[in-house]
């Protein structure tokens, strides 16, 4: 079978999460071959070898690219956002060229069941495929993106998961757009990366569903009951691929709050014995 | 490193569970060789090659015995209780003979940390290693044991983890000294491997820390104020090795309860999967 490609971005204060993620994903999908595309920022080289160990550990391949902080030279940058919240937009520009197609994944995410028929989903000319957060706020925050960002789609896409068309993406997605955009609407980003998503590229989502790519871990009641009960424990389990930790409540702090964070805890302390077991130096932190 | 041997006793209706279990076991023990010893009842041709296969994938041999019924001729039954009951403590004369030593497990434990430091406890002339449940109904439930078993030790020890001298226990342990010991006590006898373990075994057996590796996952709160704050989340995924769904409320019955429900149900989902894809055709059948 083909590898499949997963793109992540962030710096070193997410590796931690990040192998927690990997780690997860290594477990629920036996047989797969994964090449993980990192873009980040000024990650220290021996956390790059760490990560190498880790990945390889796994059978899975590290391709890590530093931004490169020339391309971002006219990125605008305010309040506490860095340039960082660009990396995953304009992704198509930094991997390489030959990549047609990678599954982006925020740090924050369990996978706990097999990604390859969600990596498969036939784009069409999308460029992106992501999901809406459902739930009884959906209308009145679709309301208020129509309003803050002129924005003409009926809902409002989560930025945390991501499968990118990276082919047509480099037909269309071009940095000085963005920064134009960015420059334009700074007073109204709340979220600047999903809202530079939703504002630019919103009808060039293909729609997926979230209960499957992308559940929002805070709200297994919300899913329960819009679903008439159909989506229980034994569902979200059986169906579910990518739990999203989604929030300022991460799972990594204090005690372990919600019906999830016991997995997330579990992966945590997995990830934590693989990290002793490939011989690291460089960090030994755990959560 | 050496292969690890386990021991589990079973009819057809644990295949599920034990599944479960032997998934959570290899995951949380990468690079170890399992050697899985199970006497069983009547489980039949293809539920045996359907588990063998299953273990195959892990990297993990099974080793089938089906209970000799003939041994257990002479052997009380009485209420509810078959003479399944026997087998952990009878498995030391039906286990081939070479084999020193096994870890018992029932099958509604989760394995979530490795287990080799504790089948390579020094067992000296114990017969067993096991746990005895701590918290506050555990001195009551010793003096309601004493009364009732005339039995002399300070606890009660559970009988759903057994490290088990096997060595040893060919020289001491007789099929008829138990069944004398059943047909005395047959109107005490609550839950009679358990009982029969206590009373005949109780001064052989090497306490181990329940925290550890036995824990009851129904009582994260006794743990927790047990050890004035310590046992939290964190520290039972870092450390607890055997989390034992005790009781009758199993998790894989209706909805989640209990904090730990959600980690059974993801294991259950893996083990699942992994049936469908070692190709069953015996058993499909989900919790």
Known sequence: ????????????????????????????????????????????????????????????????????????????????????????????????????????????????????????????????????????TGNLKGQLNRIRLAYEADGYFNSGVLLMNLALQRKFIRAEELFAYVAKHKNELLLPDQDILNGLYGDRILPLDDSLYNYDARRFETYLFLSMGEKNMDWVMTNTVLLHFCGKAKPWYGNSRGRFGVLFKHYASLANRTLAETGSVYETAKF
Chains 1, 2 share one sequence.
């Open 1 to 136: 079978m083909e590898p499949i490609s997963l793109l992540v971005t962030l710096d070193q204060n997410y590796l931690p999460p990040l192998r927690v993620m990997l780690k997860s994903l290594f477990v629920n999908n036996p047989g797969e071959i994964f090449h993980i595309h990192m873009i980040h920022d000024a990650v220290p080289d021996k956390g790059i070898e760490q990560l190498d160990a880790y990945c390889r550990f796994h059978g899975a391949r590290l391709f890590p690219y530093e931004a490169d902080q020339n391309m971002f030279a006219g990125a605008p940058v305010f309040r506490y956002w860095s340039r960082s919240m660009y990396y995953r937009l304009l992704a198509c520009r930094i991997l390489p060229a030959a990549l047609e197609r990678a599954l982006y994944l925020d740090p924050d995410i369990l996978v706990i069941n097999p990604v390859r028929a969600l990596t498969e989903t036939d784009l069409r000319q999308h460029l992106f495929a992501g999901a809406m957060h459902s739930g009884f």
